[in-house]
């Protein structure tokens, strides 16, 4: 199989592009959201983790026309997005010349069952796609996003950001009859948290890229612990890359996605169990099979 995944690295965008590349994961593309922080400092942050991870996988980002969010989070992911980590503005590195939504199709077009994106970000550039591409679903089968809440026990949703800054789009493939469609959601992505312990002391690993994770990981953590309350890493992005390396970390059951697309309550979405469908969502996980992969990875 192979991957696009879609990013506003951000922390946990970061470290999960990292799980993914050290696990093996088949990337062909990266194509940049704009979520977490404005396009220029995820496009930045793209070239550093490439540069950690000695690879050199092609990076496109949205078109012009993509709506940029004013509604960015470096409460959350610091200023420049990698936590309290500075890097220069001098990396040579390229991005392609042809936007993401084009990368996108034609990638649809030409793997078919064999491509998966995985979104990690807001949904501006998937959407765009299928604006652009309207049958997209024809040719893109298998869909992984991380946005999104639901709880099993208790339905009442609550705002998580990935959805609320762009709800249209997310409406947009929402609305979209892709074959296989994961949804791992914000409630997953906090109840999987690695412990604080453990992330400082990747802080002073003999391995540059884990010695990395520790350092970035240290705003992160302490907006999930004032946030949250956990004592540790929240791991939105981390686990949905994850559960793509073990399909058993996630227990996932099929649902309904209504998108509150306009008005007072936009940006919230509702999520309802259902018998059949072809979206699933996350349900349950195995924190302990995730924090395994995560500490065998980053050690
Ligand atoms: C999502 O928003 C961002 O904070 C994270 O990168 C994650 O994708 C969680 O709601
Ligand atoms: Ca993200």
Known sequence: MKYIIDTDPGIDDA???????????????????????APEKSEKNLKIIQDFME?????????????VNLKTAEYA???????????????KRKIEKSYAEDFIIKAAKKYKDD?????????????????KEPKLYNYLKHVVIMGTTFNPENSEPYMEFNVSVDPEAAN???????????????????????????????TNSEDL??????VIAIKYMEFCEDHYGIIGLGTPDP????????????????????????????G????????????????????????????????
Do not use: W
């Open 15 to 37: 470290i999960a592009i990292m799980l993914g590349l050290k696990n093996n994961l088949n990337v062909i593309g990266f194509t940049l959201a704009t979520g977490n922080i």
């Open 55 to 67: 690879t050199n996988i092609k990076m496109y980002k949205g078109s012009h026309s993509n709506k």
């Open 77 to 91: 992911h610091g200023k420049d997005g990698l936590g309290y980590a500075v890097f220069p503005n001098n990396n």
């Open 115 to 131: 491509l998966t994106i995985i979104c990690l970000g807001p949904l501006t550039n998937l959407a765009n796609a299928i604006k």
């Open 172 to 202: 947009i493939v929402y609305s979209t009859p892709f074959q296989d469609v994961k949804i791992v959601t914000h409630e997953i992505g906090i109840k999987s948290y690695v412990e604080k312990d453990y992330i400082q002391n990747l």
């Open 209 to 214: 890229v884990s010695r990395f994770v520790g």
């Open 239 to 266: 686990t949905t890359i994850a559960a793509i390396l073990d399909p058993t970390i996630i227990e996932f059951k099929p649902c309904k996605v209504n998108i509150v697309a306009k008005g007072k309550k936009k």
């Open 268 to 299: 919230v979405c509702d999520i309802t169990l259902e018998n059949s469908s072809n979206f699933q969502v996350s349900v349950d996980l195995n924190v302990e099979k995730f924090r395994n992969i995560f500490k065998k990875t980053f050690k």
